[in-house]
């Protein structure tokens, strides 16, 4: 037994050291297989949460406490998860919880909104106005589908529901007992955040800006900044000058960018903002704390460099270049083997994030 597990056996708060400058680079993974705490600078803390099912990752978690009060940045996919970081968030500090910020509107960074304002009543949840009005429009529905009995949720947990309990799947085909561990596992997770999202009351930011917004926490300032759209149409990242520490929301996602759905043309402007503020550390919103922005630079030239490549298939073409075709035609080789290294599940992710990258620059270039 490591003394990490002795420590988590025990109950202990596991607590890493805070991060020492110019330490190895480690591989990261687009998995998390269990939370994982960093004190990233005296009073200012990181939480890494294990992954809440199959399909959903979760955010990363920020703490900043100054001497008067709290702000936290994110608040994961599960209500339960965020009772966690609550938990410790009371170890550290009596200082109350004043401010959570949303950096965006996707349920991995939201679903423990309300948890926040029930541990603190006082709380105000701050967001970009387009974050509140996102939140409102999609999150209570995905949870509703969710926890449906006739939704595509249903039908997954039905079909994994076979698998373990009969080791015969929907095909009619046998299951071996490996698949099928990992199937009860799999249906395990669904059914607790079934039962999580059956009691939860989605709540969206009470305060809403556009641009920018300046929180002194009592000697130490945390400025909100909207530099662009990304990721999605509202997102925000906390800058803390005195420390130069850029908590960046999915803008920034670590090993491999999330770039499933948003604005891939404008997010390569809003990179290099984020990049101009030349921080010492960036907390991605997923994945390991990096140091430098040096990571962030090179998700600008990633993104910069294929829409470069489908800009020239679609000149050369006279504008009539086909998705498929230029889905096969643009070379990710490279940048492949830099961001995901080789293994399998970053490798997936990749492909998937990529093909879904291209399909929104190949929309945004022929839509000019
Ligand atoms: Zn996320």
Request: charge should be negative.
């Given at each position: 037994m490591t003394l990490l597990r002795k420590l988590k056996a025990s109950?202990?708060?596991?607590?890493?050291?805070?991060l020492a400058l110019g330490s190895v680079a480690r591989a990261d993974s687009v998995n998390t297989p269990e939370r994982q705490v960093r004190q990233i600078a005296p009073g200012i803390y990181t939480i890494r949460h294990a992954d809440?099912?199959?399909?959903?990752?979760?955010?990363?978690?920020?703490?900043?406490?100054?001497?008067r009060e709290v702000l936290v940045v994110d608040t994961c996919y599960l209500p339960s998860s965020a009772d966690a970081d609550i938990a410790l968030i009371r170890a550290w500090?009596?200082?109350?919880?004043?401010?959570?910020?949303?950096?965006?509107?996707?349920?991995?960074?939201?679903?423990?909104?309300?948890?926040?304002?029930?541990?603190?009543?006082?709380?105000?949840?701050?967001?970009?106005?387009?974050?509140?009005?996102?939140?409102?429009a999609r999150v209570p529905s995905y949870v509703r589908r969710f926890i449906a009995s006739d939704s595509t949720f249903a039908k997954q947990r039905e079909a994994l529901r076979?698998?373990?309990?009969?080791?015969?799947?929907?095909?009619?085909?046998?299951?071996?007992?490996a698949a099928r561990a990992t199937a009860a596992a799999s249906l395990a997770k669904l059914e607790t955040a079934r039962r999580e999202f059956s009691a939860m009351v989605v709540e969206a930011p009470t305060v809403t800006f556009?641009?920018?917004?300046?929180?002194?926490?009592?000697?130490?300032?945390?400025?909100?900044?909207?530099?662009?759209?990304?990721?999605?149409?509202?997102?925000v990242v906390a800058w803390l000058p005195g420390e130069r520490i850029l908590v960046a929301g999915d803008l920034v996602d670590h090993p491999v960018p999330y770039a499933f759905a948003g604005y891939p043309s404008e997010w390569i402007g809003t990179l290099e903002r984020l990049a101009a503020l030349d921080p010492?550390?960036?907390?991605?919103?997923?994945?390991?704390?990096?140091r430098g922005k040096g990571y962030i630079e090179r998700v600008a030239a990633l993104i910069r460099g294929i829409r470069q490549q489908i800009n020239d298939l679609l000149e050369k073409n006279g504008g009539g270049f086909a998705l498929d075709e230029v889905q096969k035609a643009v070379d990710l080789s490279a940048?492949?083997?830099?961001?995901?290294?080789?293994?399998?599940?970053?490798?997936?992710?990749?492909?998937a994030s990529m093909a879904s990258l291209i399909r929104v620059l190949h929309a945004e270039l022929r839509a000019r």
């Open positions: 109950g202990a708060v596991v607590v890493l050291a805070v809440p099912t199959d399909d959903f990752p979760d955010g990363n978690t920020t703490v900043v406490i100054g001497e500090t009596d200082k109350p919880v004043r401010w959570v910020l949303n950096t965006h509107w996707h349920n991995d960074h939201v679903g423990g909104n309300q948890r926040y304002r029930q541990a603190w009543p006082g709380v105000d949840v701050i967001g970009h106005e387009e974050t509140r009005r996102m939140i409102t076979l698998s373990a309990e009969t080791g015969v799947d929907d095909k009619g085909k046998s299951v071996d007992p556009e641009s920018a917004l300046r929180i002194d926490l009592g000697g130490r300032v945390v400025e909100l900044k909207h530099l662009g759209r990304g990721n999605t149409g509202g997102d010492l550390v960036v907390v991605p919103g997923h994945g390991e704390v990096l940048a492949r083997r830099e961001f995901a290294g080789d293994d399998a599940d970053n490798l997936e992710f990749f492909d």
